[in-house]
């Protein structure tokens, strides 16, 4: 399933648990007016660790099978990832700009 197309058979409940969030801000004097948050998921939420892996790693699969990074022996290394990071590796602006359009 593409990493598009998951969310579309998602359960009911995730949908409503996501839709109209809103959050505020705080900092040492104030506090922000609440305001709407149009995608990712809820900080510390109990689904989000497994939304956001079952995203990413379909993201980092289809990085892989580019082939465009950088090579140490016959290893192509384009991606590294630790937690919601991520490092895109190439040898040249070109193949960097591959992995990018990947992204978007």
Known sequence: ?????WCKT???FVILNFQNLKILT???????????IG???RQGGVLSPT??????????LELASTNA????????YNVLSY???????APSWV??????????
């Open 39 to 41: 995608n990712g998921v």
């Open 1 to 5: 399933m593409d990493r598009n197309d």
């Open 83 to 89: 937690a919601d990071d991520l490092v895109l590796c």
């Open 69 to 76: 990074g950088c090579y140490i022996g016959n290893l192509c």
């Open 26 to 36: 705080f900092d040492l004097n104030s506090v922000s007016a609440p305001f709407n």
């Open 51 to 60: 939304l956001f892996c079952r995203y990413i790693n379909d993201l980092l």
């Open 95 to 104: 193949a960097l700009q591959s992995l990018i359009d990947v992204l978007f």
């Open 10 to 12: 998602a359960n009911p």
